[in-house]
């Protein structure tokens, strides 16, 4: 008998787009190549104003000191991303925009525009599905690729299917990524960060004590802040330190799964599979303004803003084709303190009026004494819309307008306006 043929070695890809809502706006803007630029702050306007302005040239024309300055901010928005000209300063993703502007005052500053990252984002990853079929979705910038069994997958430790890739985004769409390249996610996730930007980085099993046990703890995704300072209070600071530690310390000091966990993430043992669809969990919509508002002196404002949200909501809902039952709220105020409140309802929904009178309800349950700095809105329990129809009329429900009255009350829905 011929002897079997050994199963070929698990190589997970992470790719991860290199400072994509930036490099999505050097597009539109390739004269700002090179140059610190934050994206942030307010609303999608600028391009608008640009444009009156200097209506006979086309965008990449139009000249650098028309472009708004960091230093020119006022405000308490918070950078989304930034080019790496612009992270050389210290100068990163949840940064106060009035900090930047201190570190790096001569940047450049974008507004965000996520219609069009969604639609790049949409673009690099119908690439990568028709290369590489097992993608498992991270979000508008990042994807975990099955290499294992993809034609090249395997050449290189899985190099050569990385540039493939990496050349078919950047023919396509003129973004860079980079590519890390492992035994499973855990190190893939790592690897990516080791050569950015445009970078391929490749991890075997043997690579684990040069190559990732000098890394700082926090390089292991799952480690946060306070689990890292709890670590180094205990002499612990690299993923090596913590591969010394024995299995009972580490779940006596951390909890029994989190100390498990960490055991088997500083060894780089991670058995978890790609995902090809995951059902989301919420869709929530929220926005910090520009100055501390009050629910009685700027119910106004609020109000618009407030109706907006449930409007995004329910675009955001529409779009994807969900319908939920659980709507709530987030309020934080301006001490920083936050609440959030929820309703479940007896039917789903995603109409922007019935989302904004179930969430006004929520906000009846919520204090509104001191000023906010920020409002949100979500929707929970979600199921896809066909399937909620079809168990509507398995269940032979009553019409969703009959359904409504029994939800809301007109005397409720006139006492949640006065809010705001």
């Known amino acids: 008998m011929k002897p079997q043929p050994s199963p070929p070695i698990r190589r997970i890809a992470h790719l991860d787009m290199d400072a994509f809502y930036a490099s999505v706006e050097l597009l539109r803007y390739p004269q ?43 405000g308490r928005g918070v950078i989304t991303t930034a080019t790496y000209a612009a992270r050389q300063f210290g100068v990163g993703s949840a940064m106060g925009m009035m900090k930047a502007a ?21 673009r690099f990853k119908a690439i990568i599905t028709e290369i590489a079929p097992l993608m498992e979705n991270r979000g508008v910038d990042e994807v975990y690729i099955d290499f294992t069994d993809v034609p090249g997958g395997q050449r290189e430790g899985g190099r050569v299917l990385a540039r493939l890739i990496q050349k078919a985004i950047f023919d396509d769409t003129g973004l860079t990524c980079s590519v890390g390249v492992a035994p499973n996610k855990l190190l893939a996730k ?10 391929i980085a490749i991890v075997y099993d043997t690579d684990l004590e040069p190559m990732i046990w000098p890394l700082a703890c926090r ?30 310390w580490l779940m006596d000091t951390f909890g029994q799964r989190t100390g498990a966990w960490m055991f088997d993430a500083a060894r780089g043992r991670d058995d978890r599979p790609i995902v090809l669809e995951s059902e989301p969990v919420s869709i929530s919509r929220e926005t910090s303004f ?34 939920g039952k659980t709507i709530g709220i987030k309020l934080k105020y301006e001490d920083f303190t936050a609440v959030t409140r929820d309703i479940t309802i007896e039917h789903h929904i995603s109409d ?12 009846k349950r919520a204090p509104l004494h001191k000023k906010l ?8 329990a979600l199921v896809r819309a066909e399937e909620a129809l079809n168990l509507r009329k398995k269940q032979a429900l009553e019409p969703v307008d009959t359904a409504r009255t029994a939800i809301y009350s007109g005397a409720e829905d006139s006492q949640t306006r006065q809010l705001f």
């Open 32 to 74: 700002l190549k090179g140059l610190p630029v934050v994206i942030g702050g307010g609303r999608r306007t600028m391009d608008d104003a640009l444009r009156d302005q200097y209506a006979a040239l086309p965008l990449h024309e139009i000249p650098l000191a028309a472009f708004p300055l960091l230093k020119d901010y006022t």
């Open 102 to 122: 201190k570190l790096c005052p001569q940047a450049i500053l974008l507004p965000v525009d996520f219609a069009q990252y969604r639609h790049y984002s949409q």
């Open 190 to 199: 790592m690897a990516s960060e080791f050569h950015k930007p445009n970078g």
């Open 219 to 248: 390089k292991i995704n799952g480690i946060g802040p306070k689990a890292d300072a709890k670590l180094k209070s205990h002499g612990i600071e690299t993923i090596g330190q913590l591969a010394a530690k024995d299995l009972q």
């Open 290 to 323: 520009e100055r501390d508002l009050h629910a009685v002196r700027d119910k106004a404002e609020l109000g618009d803003l407030f109706t907006r949200l449930c409007e995004q909501l329910a675009d955001d809902l529409q779009r994807k084709g969900y319908v």
């Open 352 to 363: 922007a009026g019935d989302i904004r009178r179930v969430a006004g309800l929520c906000l």
């Open 373 to 380: 700095r920020l409002l949100g809105v979500r929707m929970g």
